[in-house]
C-alpha cells in the first residue's frame, strides 16, 4: 500500500496521458485518473489561423514522496519534458497539513518557503474560463489548462456560501512565487469572485516541478525550475 504524501499531475497533448500511466505504474503507481481538458495558447498566428486552443490531458497520481521523485527521472527522460511542447509534470504535497503529534516536536520547514512554483486553480460558471485566463495574461501569466466539470448540489444549510452550478469551467495555471500574487488578485477582481456565487480561487505550493520553461531552464528539485 503506498503511504500518499503528494499529488503527481502531467499535463500532456490528447492521446499521451495513457503511455504515461502505463510508464508510472512500471515506477509503482497503483493507478491514476485522466481529465480531459484545453490548453490556451498565445500566439498571434495561431490566433489568425482559429486555433487558440490544444486538446490536454491531465493525469493524477496519488504518490508517496519517493515514488513522485522516481515518477518524475523517469517520466522526464522517457517523455523528454525537458523539451519545450513535451508536457509538463509537477507535485504538490499533502505534508504541510499534517499535524504535529507533539508540541515538543521541531517545526520542518514550511514548503511555502521554499516553492518556487505554485498551482493557482480557479472554478467559475460555464463559459467563463476564457474571462478567467485574459485576467490571468493581463497579470502575466503564460498561459494555463481548461478543464471542463460539472459541480455537485449542496444543501441550502451547507456553511460555505457558493451555490454550485451543474458546469464549471476549471482554470489551472502554473507560475512564479512572484507571479502567483497578483495574477491570483487580478483574476479575484476581474472576475468579481468576492460575490456570492461567482467562483472560488485557491493556491497550492508546488514542491517540484518538470517542463517548466519560465527562464529555459533545466528540469530541477526542490521547488526552483
Known sequence: MINIETLFFTVVNRGKANAILHKAQECGA?????LLGEGTVQSKVLEKMGLTEIHKEILLISASEK??????????????????????AFTIP??????????????????DDIAS?????TVVDKGRGKACMKAARTAGARGGTLIHGRGAGIPTDFYFPLVIEPQKDVMMLITTKD?????????FSDLELGKAGNGIIFTLPISRASGLF????????GGTV
Open 67 to 88: 515514488l513522485s521523485d522516481k515518477l518524475h527521472d523517469v517520466l522526464n527522460e522517457t517523455f523528454m519534458f525537458y523539451k519545450s511542447n513535451k508536457g509538463i
Open 117 to 121: 512554483y505554485y498551482c493557482i486553480i
Open 179 to 187: 507571479n502567483v500574487t497578483p495574477i491570483r488578485e487580478r483574476i
Open 30 to 34: 497503483q493507478g491514476g485518473t485522466i
Open 214 to 221: 519560465e527562464n529555459r531552464s533545466e528540469e530541477s528539485k
Open 94 to 111: 499533502f505534508k504541510r497539513w499534517q499535524l504535529h503529534t507533539s508540541k515538543y516536536e521541531e517545526k520542518s520547514p514550511s514548503i
